[in-house]
């Protein structure tokens, strides 16, 4: 699976209250969570995610509560893709469960710059910032982990699988 698309760059401990304010968890309409994703942190991330679908950031990307509304509306904003230098655990697998693809390796979130395009090989494990002709190791990504990603999340991978 290779994704490609360009970067949208934040900094370090970005919780899920700014990925999605808590005045929002009332609702559960992707839609309307998307078009909150991030207002608090950066009032242009709806604009900027129409041309930038991959988000780098630093450390304990995803922290605080254990809301799956973070993952869920971030991908339902259109990213593709998050690397971070590191992940908070239970956004990490929450991101999976819902088929959002996170990545960790601080060397690329440190070396890549907002705007830059990047592609990112699942299967090989390879990051490739194009933009600064740079490629970061990254641990291939299991294909059952890769085919929960494909399905659209855990929920829909188990429903294949079951043939429900």
Not at 21 to 41: G, K
Request: charged share 25%.
């Amino acid at each position: 699976m290779i994704i490609k698309d360009r970067a949208i760059k934040y900094g370090n401990n970005v919780d899920t209250d700014v990925i999605i304010p808590a005045r929002y968890l009332n609702t559960t309409d992707e839609a309307e969570l998307a078009s909150h994703c991030f207002e608090d942190l950066d009032e242009n991330f709806s604009q900027k995610v129409k041309e930038r679908k991959i988000i780098i950031a630093g450390d304990n990307f995803g922290c605080g509560s254990s809301r799956e509304h973070a993952p869920v509306a971030i991908k339902a904003s259109g990213v593709l893709l998050v690397i971070a230098k590191t992940f908070a655990r239970i956004f990490f697998r929450n991101a999976i469960n819902i088929g959002l693809p996170v990545i960790p390796c601080p060397e690329a979130a440190e070396s890549i710059n907002d705007g830059d395009e990047i592609e990112v090989d699942l299967d090989r494990g390879i990051i490739k910032n194009i933009t600064l002709g740079m490629e970061f190791a990254i641990n291939p990504v299991p294909p059952f982990i890769q085919e929960i990603i494909s399905s659209g999340g855990y929920i829909n991978y188990t429903k294949k699988k079951l043939k429900v």
